[in-house]
């Protein structure tokens, strides 16, 4: 090789290398993934993920899937970026979101509960307790988890439904700001 490419080589590597420089490395965990539906019986969670790892259909915390990546030490700015569908099942529609979200500190690394609540808000749990009616050492919300089954207050979906209807974006994910670090 020649001078000039061995050069222009070793300045790019540097270069690649100084990019990463701000970012320190994270002694990151497994994570099993569960989400919470706390919506009114007309909504439900079809499909949500976490930093692209899908969880599925969120409902009453019993499904798990295994796994996302969660520092094995919370630090302040923790998020995660939550992306969510909401079906309204009354009005044969649907939204799709995504919002990056605080992670709750935590002392030790555990299930990561996402919460999707009646107001909007979505909170990011991780614990080693599970969520319940009567678990008062859970960290997260303690508002009851509705059971419900909307196809079958509602019906199923396509008969009622226009097929093909795209949802409508209620919510989109900006650059993160500045001093916020996403989990890996």
């Known amino acids: 090789m020649g001078p000039i490419i061995l050069r222009t080589f070793a300045l790019l590597l540097l270069l690649l290398a100084g990019c990463d420089a701000g970012q320190a490395k994270q002694d990151t965990v497994p994570a099993p993934l569960t989400g919470i539906d706390h919506l009114p019986d007309h909504l ?60 709750e500190r935590y002392t030790e690394v555990g299930s990561l509960y996402i919460h999707f609540l009646p107001n909007g808000n979505v909170r990011a749990v991780s614990s080693n307790i599970a969520p319940g009616y009567s678990n008062e050492d859970y960290p997260g919300p303690h508002d009851p988890i509705p059971r419900k089954t909307p196809y079958k207050k509602y019906g199923t979906w396509s008969p009622r439904c226009p097929v093909g209807a795209q949802p409508v974006l209620t919510e989109v994910l900006d650059e993160c700001p500045s001093g916020h670090a996403r989990a890996a």
């Open 44 to 103: 439900s969670i079809q499909d949500f993920w976490v930093n692209g790892t899908s969880g599925h259909q969120a409902g009453g915390g019993g499904s798990v899937v295994c796994c996302v990546k969660l520092p094995r030490q919370w630090h302040p700015n923790l998020t995660v970026v939550v992306g969510w569908g909401v079906t309204n099942w009354r009005d044969c529609t649907w939204e799709s979101h995504e919002r990056r979200v605080p992670v």
